[in-house]
Nanobody, 121 residues
Framework: QVQLVESGGGLVQPGGSLRLSCAAS????????MGWYRQAPGKQRELVAH???????IYADSVKGRFTISRDYAKNTLYLQMNSLKPEDTAVYYCNAALSTTPFARPMNYWGQGTQVTVSS
């Protein structure tokens, strides 16, 4: 069984910073890609940032220059450093991983439970 556990959300003032973490645990053979998505009230879930193993990160235009995604391959942990936060960044942030649990299994998508980020004065 695989678990993705996010942490680091909270309430921050506009212009502030937060760092989200996502730890993947369980029976994991390999992780092909990991990413952060977010969903604001009344809106669809959208990609924030994504990184393929050994590749370059991809960012949504709305967060370029403000957010940085990184990954600790040894710890199977994903991070999202969020700077210069804006009220429109308010959302539940979800971690996603495409991973295989055995050498012969096709990668499947797994999701964390989400962590709330609220940007407000």
């Amino acid at each position: 069984q695989v678990q993705l556990v996010e942490s680091g959300g909270g309430l921050v003032q506009p212009g502030g910073s937060l760092r989200l973490s996502c730890a993947a645990s369980g029976t994991i053979f390999s992780i092909d890609a990991m990413g952060w998505y977010r969903q604001a009230p009344g809106k669809q879930r959208e990609l924030v940032a994504h990184i393929i193993s050994g590749g370059n990160p991809i960012y949504a235009d709305s967060v370029k220059g403000r957010f940085t995604i990184s990954r600790d391959y040894a710890k199977n942990t994903l991070y999202l450093q969020m700077n210069s936060l804006k009220p429109e960044d308010t959302a539940v942030y979800y971690c996603n991983a495409a991973l295989s649990t055995t050498p012969f299994a096709r990668p499947m998508n797994y999701w964390g439970q989400g962590t709330q980020v609220t940007v407000s004065s």
